[in-house]
């Protein structure tokens, strides 16, 4: 095989790039969750430009209205509206903003932290790893969801506690990943010819170990992105991540549910919504590992 | 080999879901049939004495009992009184009632004045209990007999007294002072037609027939009576349509038609004494709410027809201060109009022409039918006219916690509220509690102090001659509607009951018509 | 073995403590712990008993220690909500957890196990790519979402199952499809790639050239060493579901420690929050360690050293 990849010993960016170009004609799936991903992140920028309504307008006589395929349904709320005649479509849309924007503080954050973390950990070894390994092990130890109703319980809700929820989640991932990349790279040879070469710990780290760890974060933030998306959903679902009036996809889950006899597509849209990004996220996941990783060191 | 593999999965889970289909049971018949009923909310307290809010009736109601009593008619009647008389004694009030006898508690005790005074002393300690304000007119419940007692007046009589079926709670002294108040809320013991079996927090309570209950003629006609607790709408729904309960409260608005239709089923919408208003925090007369202007500009703010129509599917009905058909109810009250625009320029006239902000908090408990949802409209109707919420949710608890006095965090702007105006609708009691500035036992849910109407509000509380109160009555509304104080009224929610018609079923008032008294299966004659 | 068990063992405690130090750090972040732990209108004897007993005038290591030792006497402190001792109240709804989280896994494995066999004997046909299309959507659907799908059309609409509550085995039949439904992905996976590597392996080619049939060789010999890997992630899996039950709780209305503790977090009952959160991490940790100290059973061949 003729891919540049990381796990080579020379860290050439070129190569990657021709890569990504070989694979991308040959399969569509990546195109196609790109466009999804898109559609996503137009949603969450511009959405209150082209959404057909503004996301908590009420409008109670039209409360309940079906999708327009079904009888009594209209174009004016193609997916219908809930029991305060709000639109769905446009609520969909707004919930986007939400998600996309909890999804890239809480990558950022968490990407961020455990990098640094995990590659400390690697280079240094000795006290460093073994307390990072130490903190990662705890963390790993609590179920992400009680831990969630921990904080839940102590913080005021909104934004700011579901990021703080998924980076505390989400950091030991990207440490333990990290970390192991590091400690193989460590042994390799541009970095054994750096230290002898008298290069310094920093220079190494920033030069030397962070862009050839990039590849792996990439995937792992893609990855992450619809992970983000499900746990974000799942919070608001039980009432503890976005409070209204703001709008997200697992507020407008928990909404429709004590309906769900009386307006199907109160559960259904939001979910397709979540399904959509999360699926789009992760087929885009998967073939970047696919082309920088191919032998899957990645989770 | 694949297909077999398939096979052999199929056939397991077959064999499962055989065993789960043969665990289901059938259940007794008669005299000795287990009923199983769902309840949306569930109460905190079971002791009368300790009670905090109108949902611990559902519990209370059946295992203890008062006095007086409001019958399925909403006429009041004798109960555990044989008679009562207010009457004057050398200028002091005083209520005599002479008890009935005979009537025991679950542990075999006989029911004797003493009980009744013990009750009082709990009532009135302000240790134990959150009425204890309501007994300030009162100098002391006397014990002239085993069945003898009266209400001590300090002077003029409490006039609150009488629609609250004069408050006094027939609870065992001795089983009291030997288990204390823990082991009374682990297993109440009182007069009423059903025993306390088991309960299982959040889950159910289960309660077996009193058989020496002291009137054997209405006598419930199962013998064991589950309540389930079951919060959502949804699963309290399917329980029912499934057939694992037989009786549901709270069938929500947007399928009661959908229930009047279907064959076998009982129906049944009655309005509740719960009356709902919006709590505006008017304490500090420098803040928006502080000035009655942005008051009214909240009430003109909200659109109740709409709300009531599309949300409530008509399960509710439009209040302004006084129920209909209540002592004082006034026809030519009317509410303020919906009109945003007059919102907005009342905003402007009170020199907040860019709109306010304010925490909203929103009361989601299951309660009464869709609270959640009219909230959200509420609060988007007002958000929509220049008083921006920032909405905080309240599940029940945490509702009760914020209505607590020097509670953090206080309630310091609108909340969606709600006080029960009793089976007969009289406004003094709860006027009492939110209308009446804070302190002295006086309105500990009030968000409001207008010294004029914490008079005629005391006033009231001691005025019994009909004609007199209910003029007072009429007066008080209209300055508390002009000056929106004690809140905004909403609306009354109608509670909607759903049976099988296997059973017999009669709705009493207490609990809000969750009194399990006249219920039995429909095949046997009826108790009386 | 005994090291490794002691070693083990040492880890297990040292994340239990972690966590614990996690729940203690929450409690400050808050402020006052006093306001968190007694309901809102506690008197200030109340608060002061309440500090003392803490031991709030002390260093913060001390109250570290005080917090310790309440908790290893299983004082977690008494719900307002309820006013009772909160473990209890939690331990008496741990059953219900566990069975749904036990039928879900059954369930789980149900489908994984069949289809991670299938997808590597018949690679790139059309089981394998069912799998792989089940896998996708397994991860991307999420949990309670399935669990609504599944009411609105199995119990709302075709009405062959009951939705909610916990009334008997068929009660359990949709949340354990909602709650297994996120880990088959992985499980599938997991022991597709384990049995492509076995049936490619001299092992089984031996097994095949002595004449073995197929179906032996595929069902008893490659599946009992491909499950290895799955196996050691069982635990992990059981664990996860166990914190995925309280999602899924709540939308089955499951009475299991899930739902007391989303309660207890609106109802601002702090002391119930807390225990449901140890409890989840120790149940974590103590599954874990089970299932690390049962590999050998499964495999001879690991031997611990």
Partial sequence: MAEGRVTSDHPKTGARTVTLVARGRATRVPVVSCVVLGLVL????????????????IALAESMTPPFWRSGGSLDHPLGTDMLGRDILSRIIAGARVSVTVAVYAIALSGGIGAALGISAGYFGGIADAVISRLIDIQMSIPAIPLAMLFAAVLPPGEGMVITIIVLTYWTWYARIVRGEVLSLRERDFITVARVAGVSNPMILIRHLTPNVLNTLLVLATLQFGSVIVFEAGLSFLGLGIQPPQVSWGGMLADGRNFIEVAWWLITMPGIAIMASCLASNLLGDWLRDTFDPKRRIT | MGRRVVAAAALGATCLLSLALAAEDGSAVGEDAHVVVAFAAEPTQIDPTRTSAGVDQYFMALFYEQLLAAGPDLTQRNWLAESWRLFERDGIWLIGVELRRGVRFHNGDELTAHDLRYCYLRQRDPGLSRQAGRWRHVADVRVLGDYELEIVFKGLPDSALLPLNLDLWAIPRRYYEEVGNDGVQAHPIGTGPWKFVSRSVREEIVVERFDDYWDPDSLPGVRRLTIKIIPEDTTRVAAFK??????????????????????????????????????????????????????RAVAHAIDFEAIIRYILHGQGVRTVQVTPGAPGHDPALRPYVFDPDRSRALLRQAGYGRGINVNCYNLTTPREPYLKEVGEAMFAYLTAAGIRCRIVQLEYGAWINLGRRDARPEMDGIASWMWGHGAFGDPTDPWGGHLHSYGDGWGWYSYHDDPELDEMVETLRVTVDPEAKESLIRELARLKHERVAGGVPTYRPLVTLAWRDRLRFVPWPQANWRMMRDIGLAADSPAR | MRAYLIRRLWQGAVAVLGALLIVFVAQRLAGDPVALLLPMDASEEDFAAMREALGLDGPLPVQFVVFLRDVFTGDFGESYQWQAPAMPLLLERLPATLELALAGLVFALLLAVPLGVLSAVYRGRWVDRLAKVLALLGQAMPGFWVGLLLILFLAVRLQWLPAFGREGPLHLVLPAIALGWYP????????????????????????????????????????????????????????????????????????????????????????????GVVLSAVIFVVVNLLVDLSYGLIDPRIRHG
């Fill in chain 1, 42 to 57: 137009l949603c969450a920028v511009a959405g209150p430009w082209f959404a057909p309504h503004e996301a908590s307008e």
């Fill in chain 2, 242 to 295: 499934t057939g694992a309960v037989d009786w549901i409260d709270a069938v929500p608005p947007a399928q009661v038609a959908d229930f009047e239709r279907t064959s076998g089923v009982k129906v049944v919408s009655l309005p509740t004494s719960n009356n709902l208003f919006l709590a505006l925090n008017a304490l500090d007369p420098r803040s928006p709410l502080g000035d009655v202007r942005v008051r």
């Fill in chain 3, 184 to 275: 088959v992905a992985a499980m599938t996976r997991t022991l597709r790639s384990s049995m492509l590597d076995i049936l490619d392996s001299d092992y089984i080619r031996t097994g095949r050239v002595m004449g073995l049939p197929e179906r032996t060789v595929i069902w008893r010999y490659a599946l009992r060493n491909a499950a290895v890997p799955l196996a050691t992630m069982i635990g992990v899996y059981f664990a996860n579901m166990l914190g995925g039950a309280f999602v899924i709780e709540v939308v089955f209305a499951w009475p299991g420690v899930g739902r007391a503790v989303v309660d207890a977090v609106f109802a601002r009952d702090f002391p119930v929050v807390q225990a």
